[in-house]
C-alpha cells in the first residue's frame, strides 16, 4: 500500500489513510532518511488516534509514552542515538514490542535483529517536489 502525502496540509487525511489500512499489527517500524518526515507522520498518526500529549520524537529516553482517546497506551521510540544495543535490552524492550499496545519506531535498521516478526515495515520517501510517499 502506498499513501501520498503532498504537502504538511494533507498529513492529517494521509494519517487517517494509514489507520484505516494499518491492519491488526502493533508494532510499526518507519524507515526513511534523516528529515523525511518520520516524526512528523508518527505524530500526526498519534493525534488521529486522539493523543493530547505533546508528541516529539524521544530525546532524552529510548521511548516516549502517550495516551490514545480510548485510554491505550501508545509507545513512540527513536533508536537513533543509541549507541550499544545493551541500551535497547536495559530498557525492557520487550516489555513495549508485546504489551499488545500501538508501538512506533524510528530508526529500527539500528534494532533489525530485535523487532518482532510481525512487525509491519513503513518507509518514507521524499520525492523531487518535496512531497512524501510511505509505503507499507
Ligand atoms: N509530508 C511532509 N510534507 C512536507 N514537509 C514535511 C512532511 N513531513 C515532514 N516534513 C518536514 O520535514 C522536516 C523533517 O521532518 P521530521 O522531523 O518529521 O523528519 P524525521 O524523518 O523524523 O527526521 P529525523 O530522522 O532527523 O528525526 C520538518 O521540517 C517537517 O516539517
Same mark, same amino acid.
Given at each position: 500500500? &502506498? ?9 492529517h487525511?494521509?494519517a &487517517? ?25 508518527v505524530k500526526a498518526i498519534c493525534e488521529e488516534l486522539g493523543v493530547e500529549d505533546v508528541i516529539t ?7 516516549n509514552e502517550y495516551t490514545a482517546g480510548n485510554g491505550d497506551s501508545i509507545y513512540h ?6 549507541? &550499544? ?17 500501538l508501538?512506533f ?32
Amino acid at each position: 500500500m &502506498k499513501i501520498k502525502i503532498d504537502s504538511l496540509d494533507n498529513i492529517h487525511a494521509a494519517a &487517517k489513510e494509514f489507520l484505516q489500512n494499518m491492519g491488526d499489527g502493533k508494532v510499526f517500524a518507519f524507515y526513511g532518511k534523516m528529515g523525511a518526515g518520520k516524526t512528523t507522520f508518527v505524530k500526526a498518526i498519534c493525534e488521529e488516534l486522539g493523543v493530547e500529549d505533546v508528541i516529539t520524537s524521544p530525546t532524552f529516553a529510548l521511548v516516549n509514552e502517550y495516551t490514545a482517546g480510548n485510554g491505550d497506551s501508545i509507545y513512540h521510540f527513536d533508536f537513533y542515538r543509541i549507541k &550499544k544495543i545493551e541500551e535497547v535490552y536495559d530498557m525492557g524492550y520487550e516489555d513495549y514490542f508485546y504489551s499488545g499496545n500501538l508501538c512506533f519506531l524510528e530508526w529500527p535498521e539500528l534494532i533489525e535483529d530485535l523487532l518482532p516478526e510481525d512487525c509491519t515495515k513503513v518507509t518514507i520517501t521524499v520525492e523531487e517536489d518535496g512531497s512524501r510517499s510511505v509505503e507499507f
